[in-house]
């Protein structure tokens, strides 16, 4: 998981939140998690989406002791991370190769998680089979229910993350993956991970200050263009001039943070790298 590489480089985060997600690693790392229990997250109340800012930071401020705290910053180190996923990976692989949104957005991030190694989806069950129930009061104080109770969500996406651990879903997916024809390389996974933990530990140095704060971790607009891209040029050029149009509209710009590059071991163990060049 991200969150994890965050956790081995401490050092590069401000001494007291440092202190805090060592004294608290598995509260932090249930955090990260956490913000992936709201289904159907387009039900919420309005302005009470579980992937916006202002309420993961509501999150903090109801926290009342450390423990809490540290699954706050857990919970904001999650949307820090899929600003990018929602707003330049997801939405370019709708763009260029699914005809249905929302299976599609699902797929997308399913498949990218293959590339993060066998133990990914085990270690994801391994933190939420530990006792979170302080945690999970906080968010039900905090969350919206979508068509679900806040509840029912968390007992459907555990349902979910013990599926993915199971050999017949590895199998399934990896059926899938053989089978499609579009190719996800592991030099892209890596410039979209580095790219997520760069976000997550600006966040955490500079809160309001920092990049990924500036965009939207539900991506909402770059997922609706993703589908009318697709259409209009689908219309207008055909496949070849798609992708060229995907590229230009959801490349990642470019930014001066480095936190990935200096990394002291690799963000993604599964591929052995420290940061792409």
């Known amino acids: 998981m991200l969150s994890e590489a965050v956790l081995r480089s401490l050092g590069t985060l401000p001494s007291s939140i440092a202190a805090l997600l060592q004294a608290f690693p598995y509260d932090y790392l249930y955090g990260s998690i956490a913000a992936d229990t709201s289904i159907a997250k387009k039900y919420a109340a309005p302005g009470r989406h579980c992937h916006a800012w202002h309420v993961g930071l509501e999150i903090y401020d109801q926290a009342r002791d450390e423990p809490l705290r540290a699954f706050a910053l857990g919970y904001?180190?999650?949307?820090?991370?899929?600003?990018?996923?929602?707003?330049y990976f997801v939405p370019r692989q709708l763009?260029?190769?699914?005809?249905?949104?929302?299976?599609?957005?699902?797929?997308?991030?399913?498949?990218?998680?293959?590339?993060?190694?066998?133990?990914?989806?085990?270690?994801?069950?391994e933190v939420i089979l530990l006792d979170h129930t302080r945690s999970d009061e906080l968010l039900d104080r905090v969350l919206s229910p979508t068509i679900f109770s806040t509840p029912t969500n968390r007992r459907i996406f555990r349902g979910m993350v013990?599926?993915?651990?199971?050999?017949?879903?590895?199998?399934?997916?990896?059926?899938?993956?053989?089978m499609s024809r579009w190719d996800l390389p592991d030099d892209d996974?890596?410039?979209?991970?580095?790219?997520?933990y760069d976000y997550v530990v600006d966040f955490l140095v500079r809160i309001d200050r920092s990049e990924p704060y500036l965009l939207d971790p539900a991506g909402e607009e770059a997922l609706t263009l993703a589908k009318k891209v697709r259409r209009e040029t689908l219309r207008a050029g055909g496949e070849i001039v798609l992708i060229e149009e995907a590229d230009r509209r959801f490349t990642m710009p470019e930014s001066p943070l480095a936190y990935a590059r200096g990394a002291a071991s690799p963000i993604i163990p599964a591929l052995?790298?420290?940061?792409a060049d």
């Open 76 to 87: 904001l180190s999650h949307l820090a991370a899929d600003v990018v996923a929602h707003n």
């Open 95 to 125: 763009a260029v190769a699914s005809r249905t949104a929302g299976l599609g957005h699902s797929y997308w991030e399913s498949r990218f998680e293959t590339h993060l190694g066998e133990g990914h989806a085990r270690r994801a069950k």
């Open 162 to 178: 013990y599926v993915t651990d199971s050999e017949s879903w590895q199998r399934v997916f990896k059926v899938a993956k053989e």
């Open 189 to 196: 996974v890596v410039r979209y991970v580095d790219r997520a």
């Open 272 to 275: 052995g790298t420290r940061g």
